[in-house]
């Protein structure tokens, strides 16, 4: 692990190899994608890392937006010396990978976009966040974690997890109540991308799965097709979490891009 800017950093494989750079979701951390670096650090630079507030990361105040979680990636790319990434984002993940081509498009020579949305919050979503916010700050992130994470995979995949999803809620209820709070404030005040979507050039590879109920599928397949040439893929037997409920599925679709957009040149 690396520190840079107060973030941890996890870079994997050969800084000469193409870089991929991995950002997750909330409230998870970096280890979402462990599965998938595990793969791909064979003939990629991996950068998984935790996002500002989550993880091994600093907390600061919790005053975020998700022009710092762009600034934070900037900065850990410039810090690495890679000129160009491939950036890979889930759900919150995804929304700062869109905010940051829109914002950079010069840094990222491809995108992956997992369980995500080009939406900006709707009135509901913005009142639905405020009690969150509230209910964190107040009783800490232990029980909003624990009724949170049910609702990202079916409990098809949390049997498949096992010790895996206990494991997964012991790690992810130590998350910073100020953090966690302070991710959803940066979310309820995210731009709308869609106008993006239709000038993304660059390769785009999107994935869904079939349970996800906070991004679902018709919802995904329908940004996917304002975006020219995207590869649109659903995940079968998977919700909201696929790079953790169908780990090899995901790494082996993710490789099969990656493979086409470096190897085969
Ligand atoms: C996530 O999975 O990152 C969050 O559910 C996204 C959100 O709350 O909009």
Known sequence: MVIIDGLAVFPEGDDKK????????????????DAQIAELKQNYYCIGYDLRGLGKSEVGNGQFTIEMFVDDII?????????????CGLSMGGYIALRAI?????????????????????????????????????????????????????DSSVKKLGTGYTGMIERLILASPVGIAGCQ???????????????????TLVM???????????HMR????????????????AGHMTP???PEMVSSIISTFLNGLFLSK
């Open 18 to 33: 193409p870089a991929i750079l991995f950002v997750h979701g909330f409230p998870f951390d970096h280890f979402m994608w």
């Open 102 to 154: 829109e914002r950079e498009p010069e840094r990222f020579n491809g995108l992956i976009l997992l369980d995500t949305k080009a939406d900006a919050d709707d009135n509901a979503n913005k009142i639905r966040r405020a009690a969150a916010v509230k209910h964190i700050l107040t009783n800490g992130s232990a029980g909003y974690v624990k009724a949170f994470v049910p609702n990202t995979m079916p």
């Open 208 to 218: 869904c799965g079939e349970y996800d109920s906070l991004s679902p599928v018709f």
């Open 75 to 87: 900065s850990i790319l410039n810090t690495l010396h890679v000129k160009k990434a491939v950036i």
């Open 244 to 246: 953790l409920e169908q």
């Open 185 to 203: 404030l940066a979310m309820a005040a995210r731009t709308d991308t869609n106008d993006l979507l239709l000038n993304i050039s660059m390769p």
């Open 222 to 237: 329908a940004m996917a097709g304002k975006i020219r040439n995207a590869e649109f893929v659903v995940i079968k037997d």
